[in-house]
Structures are given as structure tokens and as C-alpha cells.
């Protein structure tokens, strides 16, 4: 008989619970019992709420930047079309789930940044990774003469990061994937082209 991971699994549902509902009003105790697990167990691996709400970030930030890495890194295809890919790849999974979780990390940006020092520099954190692992790419792509040399790749990778989080919060709230139709467009009509 396999063993259960109890934290991992712990970790897994509050994920899927804090992405729906938010931080705020997912509790414990729910998050217990959705995992069939007494409350020991939680503060056996958590010391507190905040604890496992990091815990929720880097797991959540952890197979993000996996996705993005593998995506943005992958040398068969061009640096603008694995950007496109990417946010494709992304589109479909929201609409997937209907629109009903948007990011976990905009969301506690939105959230918990002025509630929570420590999560508001994690959510930092989390986010300038993600636009050095733009930049990156974008920097390929000056380099292969996909992108106007002139162009900075750090204020691209800002812009990129900053405006698929809007999209994202936009699609959320009209349940449509048109916000983030309408950004890959002008995107890569206007912006990138």
C-alpha cells in the first residue's frame, strides 16, 4: 500500500480551495476536510495559517514557472512563438476551468499585499522570476532578429507580466477568454511585431 503524502496533499487542496475562494475565506478546518485529515496534522507541518499560505505560493509558483521554463526555454521553436505558445497554452487552461480561478498569485497579489508583508514580498518574488523568465526569451528574440533591437527586453517582460495579469483578472470577472484573446492579438500585432 502507497503512503500518503499528508502535507503534500494538504498543500494540493489548499491550492485548489484558495485559487476558487481566496486566502481569506478558506479555512483550515475546510481544508482538512476536503483532505480527510485530523487538524494535528496540519500544524504538525504548518505553524500557522500564513505558514501554509506560503506553502500554498511556492507550490503553486513552483509548477508555474516549471510550465513557463519548459515553454520559454524549448529551442525547436522561435523565442516570440514559444511567448505565444505559452499564453495560449495558458488561455486554454483557463477556460478549461471556466474562468473561476484566474492566477493564484494575482489573486493573493490582490488579496494579500496590504495585508500581509511577508506574502506581499513572496508574490514579488514570484512575479520578477516570471518576468526574468521572460526576459530571457524576449531577449532571444532580439537576438534573432524577431524583435526591434531598439526594444528593451526588461520593459517588454514588465509590460507582458503586468498586462496578461490584467487580462487574466479581466476574463475572470466576464467568465471570457476574450480579455485574453484580445491581449495575445494586439500582442503580437502592435507590440511584438
Known amino acids: 500500500m502507497e503512503k500518503k503524502d499528508t502535507r503534500s496533499e494538504i498543500i494540493r487542496i489548499g491550492t485548489e480551495l484558495i485559487s476558487r475562494q481566496g486566502y481569506n475565506a478558506t479555512g483550515i478546518e475546510m481544508i482538512l476536510k476536503e483532505a480527510g485529515v485530523p487538524k494535528g496534522s496540519f500544524y ?40 505565444r505558445k ?15 480561478k484566474g492566477c493564484l498569485i494575482g489573486n493573493l497579489g490582490q488579496e494579500m499585499a496590504d495585508q500581509n508583508e511577508r506574502f506581499r514580498a513572496r508574490l514579488d518574488e514570484i512575479f520578477e522570476d516570471w518576468r526574468r523568465l521572460y526576459v530571457a526569451c524576449l531577449s532571444e528574440a532580439r537576438e534573432a532578429k524577431e524583435l526591434d533591437s531598439r526594444l528593451d527586453a526588461g520593459q517588454l517582460a514588465s509590460f507582458l ?19 485574453l484573446q484580445d491581449f495575445i492579438e494586439i500582442l503580437f500585432k502592435v507590440t511584438l511585431r
Not at 44 to 69: I, N, P, Q, W
Not at 70 to 76: E, H, K, Y
Open 86 to 100: 505559452f499564453l495560449e497554452s495558458s488561455l486554454q487552461r483557463f477556460s478549461n476551468n471556466q474562468f473561476s
Open 161 to 179: 507580466l503586468s498586462g496578461w495579469e490584467g487580462a487574466i483578472l479581466r476574463a475572470k470577472v466576464m467568465k471570457s477568454p476574450q480579455p
Open 44 to 83: 504538525h507541518f504548518f505553524k500557522s495559517k500564513e505558514e501554509f499560505g506560503l506553502a500554498v505560493m511556492d507550490f503553486f509558483a513552483d509548477c508555474y514557472s516549471r510550465r513557463m521554463t519548459t515553454l520559454l526555454q524549448d529551442a525547436s521553436i522561435s523565442p516570440l512563438n514559444r511567448i
